[in-house]
């Protein structure tokens, strides 16, 4: 049993503490939002994520999960530290580290034995050394302590899932006896552990997120190559699949990827390169083809109803992937801005991200449900693919729209039989212009 701080309760730090705490460690998780840690000490989750809940009541009951705004109390016993804080994407595509900065800073302050300080967030390749640096720098008395970069891997939505059950923990530092320290958090796992230096394991990171958003993007160009030539980009996917080399997984086209991570990622990668006198060019047109993707929806629109401009359309799906709520460079919110811009009337629904959407879309109409978006507009647009839409009564859907578009932004729906119920359909890459005519 460990004492670890959390520093950080967002989609990473909140996952990472309480499962922590599952495996029988003591976790105090601190964050600077107030509400957050209310939230939290109510029982209410600020983040969407299944199994999430249950599992913090089980552990904060346990006694091995608490929450609050205290640095002193939060550092008072912790062994470990875990710095979770954002890192949001500054200008050209840097990430902003100010809130490492604070998080080190704090630590370098209220800590008065010695501490692993362990770098979960995605930092640029050397930030550890410099983490090392600002605590050094503010320490009041020399306590010893060590760096270590332990990358997330988690996936938003099965977040819990990727936790207990990693491909791989990746652990870098040039300090062996601190990188050994942590491996012992997640020896229980099972699971491989990559010890390296820290440079190198935060290139793993950016690497893995760049590798898997470039895969994304070479299957949305072949979608639009499979839609002018005429192939079916699902069956292209599929037959590639089977080559152990390729495999199955990532390569399923659609609007394009969103997130915290991979746009943010793919960018500070190529800012790196870029500061570093490199041209970084396949990352540069992961990027561009990425951007593309969103725009292709709206030119679908502007091909099958002409201009937006004080059309009714509905959007299905504004998180940025299915189970989450995390709106966080979302397809959705792109293709519902530009569409506002245009003067479209705009109509939505999403299972569990309607009120951090409602927050960046106050024009937009926000729906109780998928029929209600439906309801009397010239087109429908798929853009996340949760579960709930794919077995809509899509017959019910057909005669409450206007005009029977349905642009399928994540190819949920089957091409023939939306041609069979009366729709003009387009998916992505489903044959010519994605109609499922090939
Ligand atoms: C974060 C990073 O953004 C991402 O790059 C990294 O891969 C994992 O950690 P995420 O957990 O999604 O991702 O961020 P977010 O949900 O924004 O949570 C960050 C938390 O840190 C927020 O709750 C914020 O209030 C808190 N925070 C921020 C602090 O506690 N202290 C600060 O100084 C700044
Ligand atoms: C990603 C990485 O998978 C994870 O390892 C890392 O730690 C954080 O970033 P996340 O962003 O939560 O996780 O979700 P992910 O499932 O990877 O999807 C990212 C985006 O790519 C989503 O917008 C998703 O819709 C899109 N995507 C994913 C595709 O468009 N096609 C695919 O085949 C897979």
């Not at 460990?2 to 003591?26: E, M, P, R, S, W």
């Not at 959407?357 to 693919?385: F, H, I, W």
Request: aromatic content about 8%; glycine content about 8%.
């Amino acid at each position: 049993m460990k004492n670890i701080c959390v520093v950080g309760v967002g989609y990473v730090g909140l996952v990472t503490g309480t499962c922590f705490a599952d495996l029988g460690n003591n976790v105090v998780g601190i964050d600077v939002n107030e509400d957050k840690i209310n939230d939290l000490n109510r029982g209410v989750m600020p983040i969407y994520e299944p199994g999430l809940g249950e599992m913090v009541e089980r552990n904060v009951k346990a006694g091995r999960l608490r929450f609050t705004t205290s640095y002193p109390e939060a550092l008072q016993d912790a062994e470990y530290v875990f710095i979770c804080v954002g890192t949001p994407e500054g200008v050209d595509g840097e990430a902003d580290l100010r809130y490492v900065r604070a998080a080190a800073e704090a630590v370098a302050q209220h800590v008065d034995h010695p501490v692993v300080i362990v770098n979960k967030s995605t930092v640029p390749v050397g930030t550890g050394d410099w983490v090392a640096d600002i605590v050094r720098s503010k320490q009041t008395k020399p306590i010893h302590f060590s760096v270590v970069s332990c990358p997330e891997f988690l996936r938003e939505g099965v977040a819990i899932a990727d936790f207990m059950n990693p491909d791989r923990t990746v652990l870098g530092s040039v300090d062996q006896k601190g990188a050994e320290a942590v491996a012992q958090l997640f020896l229980p796992l099972r699971r491989p552990i990559v010890m390296t230096d820290l440079r190198t394991a935060e290139m793993i990171k950016y690497a893995s997120n760049a590798f898997l958003a470039t895969r994304i993007s070479f299957i949305n160009e072949i979608s639009i190559i499979c839609e002018r030539l005429g192939a079916d980009v699902m069956e292209v996917a599929q037959g590639m699949g089977f080559d152990k080399r390729i495999g199955h997984h990532f390569l399923q086209a659609g609007v394009g990827y969103g997130g915290s991570c991979f746009p943010k990622d793919v960018k500070a990668l190529a800012y790196m390169a870029q500061t570093h006198g490199m041209h970084p060019q396949l990352l540069n047109a992961v990027m561009e083809i990425n951007d593309f993707m969103r725009k292709h929806v709206i030119f679908k629109l502007q091909d099958m109803i002409g201009e937006v401009k004080d059309k009714k359309i509905g959007i299905l799906g504004l998180a940025f992937k299915e189970n989450t709520d995390d709106i966080r460079e979302s397809p959705a919110i792109t293709i519902a801005q530009v569409l506002l811009e245009r003067g479209a009337h705009v109509r939505a629904f999403d299972p569990v991200a309607m009120d951090n959407s409602a927050r960046v879309l106050p024009q937009v109409k926000m729906c109780q449900n998928s029929y209600e978006v439906a309801d009397g507009v010239d087109a429908l647009v798929v853009v996340t693919p949760w579960n709930e839409f794919k077995q809509l009564d899509m017959a019910k859907i057909r005669q409450s729209m206007k005009t029977p578009l349905l642009i399928d932004g994540r190819n949920i729906y089957e091409p023939s039989l939306m041609h069979e119920l009366g729709f003009n359909y387009s998916g992505v890459g489903r044959g010519y212009n994605g109609t499922g005519n090939r």
